[in-house]
């Protein structure tokens, strides 16, 4: 049976609950500080200036997005990292991907790094709707995630540093980008690595009619 949203968010929660000081005291690789800032130029260029960021940990990128002027909502679904995020000076709340909690065409922009691939397959076009739904018509959206090549599994990852282990759904090239054609329009993709496990960066567009 294909696993759900709502089997494996409680293990999530408790899961960056517990984590939540280490991965604050994480730096970022350089690739990540790159797509980061190809995003905010693009950003800039259309004249987006109210972000939201899902599954935004310890607020890092949201910090980073706010200091370059943007005005920034966070959400992510462990208490321990929203209070991490309002530490930082950061407008923050407990919210999980199928809760979004905004009305319809709030936001300019939406970004969520790294966070999607705890989603199952069966929700992710759920997901995409309801991310789509609270941007604005012509809104963009930067989805990056692990993946590519042809890996194409889901399950929960026994050997996880976190405790609970985590689940993680890893998607193809392709099955990613026929899931995001399902609420968007693609602007651009690309890979960063090589192998099964590379990066898979997408910036995604709402119809200019409103939302996917």
Avoid at 146 to 171: I, K, Q
């Amino acid at each position: 049976m294909d696993a759900r949203y709502h089997e494996v968010v409680d293990s999530l929660r408790s899961s960056y609950d517990g984590r939540a000081a280490q991965r604050d005291a994480r730096g970022k690789a350089p690739w990540k500080l790159a797509e980061r800032a190809a995003f905010l130029e693009r950003l800039r260029a259309e004249d987006c200036r109210r972000l939201l960021e899902v599954g935004a940990g310890t607020g890092q990128d949201s910090v980073y997005f706010q200091e370059h002027g943007l005005e920034v909502v966070a959400v992510d679904l462990s208490p321990a990292m929203v209070a991490r995020c309002r530490e930082k000076g950061v407008e923050a709340h407990v919210m999980d991907f199928l809760g979004l909690d905004f009305p319809p065409g709030s936001f300019d922009a939406v970004y969520a790094l790294n966070c999607l691939l705890h989603v199952p397959n069966s929700d992710l076009p759920a997901v995409l709707d309801r991310i789509a739904s609270v941007l604005r018509p012509g809104g963009l959206f930067f989805l990056g995630v692990y993946g590519g090549g042809t890996l194409a599994e889901e399950g929960v990852f026994e050997d996880d540093e976190h405790d609970p282990p985590r689940f993680f759904s890893f998607r193809g090239d392709e099955q990613l980008q026929d899931f995001a054609r399902g609420s968007f329009e693609i602007v651009d993709f690309h890979v960063v690595g090589n192998g099964d496990n590379r990066f898979q960066s997408l910036t995604l567009r709402t119809g200019r009619g409103g939302p996917g």
